[in-house]
């Protein structure tokens, strides 16, 4: 899969002509992947190149940016998510004061025609673009008309439930209910971080943890214990984590601390990613260490329980 970032300007000129959808994508949930999926059909048949325009910042932080949403996925995530899709080609914009003040027709001469030499153009139906969202579906599909391109709307998809939207997910993390999150993803829920060197407060009670350093606002859960697998890189772990400020030892900082069940590697400075299988219970203060330690044992023993149960189950 192609990336290409930077100023749209110096973007190296497209192999081919490319069938584009634009979005925030962030989650790369059940509604952006049906959009995603079903222009890669059409892509296909008509030989183009299936591209996806992304930003690298989420709009919100210039347009409104006391109301930024948490992202639910790194760029990183993403890309590795567009490519599973089979995307061929993800164009990073930087949504910075000149792209914001590109005029929809701007935008759609010197990015879309230009800088990527779209055929085809498939948004959701409630799609704006350019300065001040001036534009929209009746607009782009009107200077599509005159540069050349088609543009293909597509109906929100969700279920009973309605639509399914980034929003939701935050909503149910933070409310802890990874099965709601984890229907509207089409997956469940996982971030990605990097071990970083803790107080050392968990190996001195038995139970050494790594701490991780997750992206500047990035969406956790809800505070509490989680039974969760640690993707390694090279395998995957069983493990217990622990989101909140440690309130029996008057802590204040939010971290995320992992602790794997069954083995002992050396994680420091390693990227690794967890999936939250499981909500165990609540964060909550104990009157001392010995109360903690002895619930931090119950916590694993239903994490390895939980986890052990899904693994029996997969066939």
């Known amino acids: 899969m192609k990336v290409v970032e930077g100023p749209y300007r110096s973007w190296p000129a497209p192999e081919r002509r490319a069938a584009v959808t634009v979005g925030v994508y962030d989650g790369v949930h059940r509604g952006h992947r049906a959009v995603i999926v079903s222009l890669g059909e059409v892509a296909a048949g008509m030989g183009l190149a299936l591209t996806v325009v992304t930003f690298r910042n989420h709009p919100a932080t210039l347009l409104a940016p006391d109301r930024v949403p948490a992202r639910l996925t790194t760029l990183d995530q993403q890309l590795d998510q567009f490519e599973e899709l089979g995307v061929d080609q993800v164009a990073v914009l930087d949504f910075d004061d000149e792209l914001r003040q590109l005029s929809s027709a701007a935008f759609v001469t010197e990015v879309l025609v230009d800088a990527l030499d779209c055929a085809l153009v498939s948004v959701g139906e409630d799609f704006r673009f350019g300065f001040g969202q001036e534009g929209d579906v009746d607009l782009l599909t009107r200077l599509?008309?005159?540069?050349?391109?088609?543009?293909?709307?597509?109906?929100?998809?969700?279920?009973?439930?309605?639509?399914?939207r980034a929003s939701d997910v935050r909503t149910a993390l933070a409310e802890g209910d990874l099965g709601t999150a984890g229907h509207i993803l089409g997956r469940r829920f996982m971030v990605r971080g990097t071990v970083v060197r803790g107080d050392g407060r968990g190996r001195s009670i038995g139970y050494p943890t790594a701490n991780l350093v997750l992206a500047p606002g990035q969406a956790v859960p809800r505070r509490g214990v989680y039974a969760v697998w640690v993707g390694l890189?090279?395998?995957?772990?069983?493990?217990?984590?622990?989101?909140?400020?440690?309130?029996?030892?008057?802590?204040?900082?939010?971290?995320?601390?992992?602790?794997?069940?069954?083995?002992?590697?050396?994680?420091?400075?390693?990227?690794?990613?967890?999936?939250?299988?499981?909500?165990?219970?609540?964060?909550?203060?104990?009157?001392?260490?010995?109360?903690?330690?002895?619930?931090?044992?119950?916590?694993?023993?239903?994490?390895?329980?939980l986890l052990a149960a899904e693994a029996g189950s997969l066939p």
């Open 144 to 164: 599509g008309a005159a540069h050349g391109f088609t543009v293909a709307p597509v109906a929100l998809v969700g279920d009973a439930g309605g639509a399914f």
């Open 233 to 305: 890189g090279d395998g995957t772990a069983a493990g217990v984590a622990n989101i909140g400020v440690r309130p029996t030892f008057g802590a204040t900082a939010e971290v995320l601390e992992v602790h794997l069940l069954d083995a002992d590697i050396d994680l420091y400075d390693r990227v690794v990613e967890v999936e939250f299988v499981s909500r165990i219970r609540e964060e909550r203060r104990f009157d001392g260490i010995d109360a903690l330690v002895a619930q931090i044992g119950r916590d694993a023993e239903e994490a390895a329980r």
